[in-house]
């Protein structure tokens, strides 16, 4: 799907593209949302050089991600996006021209509709496509904050319930999807330092004092934000060797119990084996008080096993 936005008095106005219409006057963002052939057709007619296709928006080496050519500035860049319970991250291929800008997606993004909310309810201000661009990151950023909020509230939520043997396969499930979403926030905020940096150098003359002190600030924001992803990396992890450590402590107390169980049991196993062997002469099978005698035997060595290991404290 395509569409065209022109911004008046601060609010963005939709206009759907057909593959046969002509940008609108005055258009200041065009937006494609999975668009089909056809509609990378009527795209391709707007770029000097070629359209980057998904294989190209989703290289990771900077030389693909940032560029600069006939057609302006490139950017590709990594978006946060909640799906269900998950967290996932989807790129975005920029385009920024002189009155233009350009964004190819495959997923409709929270973040996008939340600018356009924004703007319309006067929260933020933009005056043309770099503005736009740069309050789409502000968004971004505030974002991944939030998203590492959740996760610290989550763990936090989670470390109370470590111990509960009941619930332990829900914890690491739990604690695995915390860990994901983790190294998706702290991927996406290097991506987002990596994209306004590449902005601060090759779009230096177009950044008004405005400009470069928000990007600044966004900046800084990352730069103290990168830390909290490596501490909940450090939590994450220990949290995985107390949950594991647990696991292994019951399972061994499962296993001394069996073990004490087998050792409580040789006495009688032996006093059992030595009459149940064939010789002739063996005096008390012949005697009454035999049977009970041996009996009595196996139950009192049985008894006195179990007595010693309980004062051991081993039981």
């Known amino acids: 799907m395509l569409a065209a936005y022109q911004l008046e008095h601060n609010r963005l106005r939709k206009t759907p593209i057909g593959a046969d219409e002509r940008l609108p006057e005055g258009a200041v963002w065009v937006d494609a949302l999975e668009p089909d052939e056809t509609e990378r057709g009527w795209l391709n007619d707007q770029f000097v ?5 998904q294989e190209d928006i989703d290289e990771i080496e900077a030389s693909s991600r940032f560029f600069v050519d006939q057609d302006g500035i490139h950017i590709n860049s990594l978006f946060p ?6 967290l996932r ?14 964004s190819v997606r495959e997923e409709d993004l929270s973040l996008f509709r ?9 929260r933020i201000q933009a005056t043309g496509p ?9 968004l971004k950023v505030d974002y991944l904050s939030d998203a590492i909020e959740d996760v610290y509230t989550i763990l936090e939520n989670v470390s109370d319930q470590v111990f509960e043997t009941e619930q332990l396969d829900a914890i690491l499930r739990l604690i695995t999807r915390q860990e994901d979403a983790n190294g998706k926030i702290r991927l ?5 330092q990596r994209s306004l940096r590449f902005l601060q150098r090759y779009d230096a003359e177009r950044l008004s004092k405005d400009n470069r002190r928000e990007i600044k600030q966004m900046l800084a924001d990352i730069e103290s934000l990168l830390p909290h992803t490596q501490f909940l990396f450090d939590k994450v992890n220990f949290m995985l060797d107390a949950t594991m450590s647990f696991t292994n402590l019951e399972q061994n107390k499962i296993i ?3 073990s004490v169980a087998a050792v409580m049991f040789l006495p009688p196993t032996l006093i059992a084996s030595i009459y149940g062997m064939n010789f002739a002469v063996m005096p008390e099978l012949s005697q009454r008080w035999g049977y009970p005698m041996a009996i009595g035997l196996m139950v009192a060595s049985a008894a006195g ?7 051991k404290g081993w039981l």
């Open 49 to 53: 050089g070629e359209l980057p296709g």
């Open 81 to 86: 996006h909640k799906v269900g319970q998950d």
């Open 89 to 102: 991250t989807f790129n975005v291929s920029f385009n920024l021209r002189e009155n233009l800008l350009i």
């Open 114 to 122: 939340l600018l356009r909310q924004y703007l319309r309810q006067e």
């Open 130 to 138: 770099l503005e736009m661009l740069l309050q789409l990151f502000a």
């Open 188 to 192: 996406s905020l290097l991506d987002t």
């Open 256 to 258: 001394k119990i069996f």
């Open 305 to 311: 096993t179990y007595t010693y290991f309980k004062r």
